[in-house]
């Protein structure tokens, strides 16, 4: 990317617009009954999902003009920088790997855990539409916009951190809202944060691919929903040390095999 336009970007404008947007929508979600929505996803969350858009779209215009604004949202389906297809298996199967990892510690420290595999088939289409537009929605702002000049620099892990601190404390309304507490919280955050390192490693590793992010990301929340549970058993929620511990190892082996400054270097080639 031309470094000029590098230079025009501010990710903290970005991150304050994207906060300001927010607050409104948080503010109202605590005065709304948001039980019986699908996925018990509440509306203003889904609404909130679009402000990384919004910020990323008028800061490029601000910057850029409207080519900006259309170079931008071309990138969502970029998927021809992604020059090594071998990349489609970390993109495709580690959100699946590691919510099997998950379920296998789960098993094995005999944690109470449903042996509910009815997973329902004909959901996954609609699941995979609905995240796929809010993870282009956060992607626009956080990799399109965001990530480039952070990378510049702060470096591959520290732009990493730096975005996802912000992205998992912007999730902090909604969990607060469902009554987690403090340590919960902690879980999340670190997680969060994990999965940030997974999909920079990713964009970095895919020509810089939007697309990837977007993909890789939706995946990572459709398997959520789909992973087994019962009406009594919900192991995502309940046993955050482990389903996040196991992102948070994923990040580190990612870190420790590609290299902190790029994320692109893997140790052994």
Same mark, same amino acid.
């Given at each position: 990317m031309n470094n000029s336009k590098l230079e025009n970007r501010s +990710? &903290?404008?970005?991150?304050?617009?994207?906060?300001? &947007?927010?607050? +409104?929508?948080?503010?109202?979600?605590?005065?709304? !009954?948001?039980?019986?929505?699908?996925l018990d996803i509440p509306i203003t969350d889904i609404l909130a999902a679009f402000t990384p858009l919004i910020a990323a779209s008028i800061l490029t215009y601000k910057e850029e003009g409207y080519i900006g604004i259309s170079n931008l949202f071309k990138r969502v389906l970029d998927f021809s920088r992604i020059t090594k297809k071998i990349w489609y298996l970390p993109i495709a199967l580690l959100p699946f790997l590691m919510y099997l990892l998950i379920y296998i510690v789960i098993h094995l420290i005999g944690l109470p855990l449903t042996t509910n595999f009815d997973v329902p088939f004909l959901s996954i289409p609609f699941l995979f539409c609905l995240f796929f537009i809010g993870a282009v929605a956060e992607e626009i702002g956080y990799m399109g916009y965001a990530i480039a000049p952070m990378?510049?620099?702060?470096?591959?892990?520290? @732009?990493?951190?730096?975005?996802?601190?912000?992205w998992a404390v912007w999730h902090y309304p909604s969990i607060i809202q469902q009554g987690h507490k403090l340590t919960w919280i902690a879980w999340a955050t670190l997680g969060t944060v994990a999965v940030r390192v997974l999909i920079v490693w990713i964009y970095n590793n895919t020509g810089e691919s939007l697309? @990837?992010?977007?993909?890789?990301?939706?995946?990572?929340?459709?398997?959520?929903?789909?992973? +087994?549970? !019962?009406g009594i058993h919900n192991p995502l929620v309940d046993y955050p040390e482990v389903h996040y511990s196991i992102m948070a190892i994923t990040a580190v082996i990612v870190v420790f095999l590609w290299g902190s400054n790029t994320l692109n270097r893997y140790r052994y080639t």
């Amino acid at each position: 990317m031309n470094n000029s336009k590098l230079e025009n970007r501010s +990710p &903290l404008k970005f991150f304050l617009l994207v906060y300001g &947007l927010s607050i +409104p929508l948080w503010i109202i979600e605590t005065r709304i !009954d948001v039980k019986g929505l699908p996925l018990d996803i509440p509306i203003t969350d889904i609404l909130a999902a679009f402000t990384p858009l919004i910020a990323a779209s008028i800061l490029t215009y601000k910057e850029e003009g409207y080519i900006g604004i259309s170079n931008l949202f071309k990138r969502v389906l970029d998927f021809s920088r992604i020059t090594k297809k071998i990349w489609y298996l970390p993109i495709a199967l580690l959100p699946f790997l590691m919510y099997l990892l998950i379920y296998i510690v789960i098993h094995l420290i005999g944690l109470p855990l449903t042996t509910n595999f009815d997973v329902p088939f004909l959901s996954i289409p609609f699941l995979f539409c609905l995240f796929f537009i809010g993870a282009v929605a956060e992607e626009i702002g956080y990799m399109g916009y965001a990530i480039a000049p952070m990378q510049e620099r702060f470096g591959a892990l520290s @732009a990493s951190i730096l975005i996802g601190i912000p992205w998992a404390v912007w999730h902090y309304p909604s969990i607060i809202q469902q009554g987690h507490k403090l340590t919960w919280i902690a879980w999340a955050t670190l997680g969060t944060v994990a999965v940030r390192v997974l999909i920079v490693w990713i964009y970095n590793n895919t020509g810089e691919s939007l697309f @990837a992010c977007i993909l890789f990301h939706t995946l990572l929340n459709v398997g959520r929903p789909l992973f +087994p549970r !019962d009406g009594i058993h919900n192991p995502l929620v309940d046993y955050p040390e482990v389903h996040y511990s196991i992102m948070a190892i994923t990040a580190v082996i990612v870190v420790f095999l590609w290299g902190s400054n790029t994320l692109n270097r893997y140790r052994y080639t």
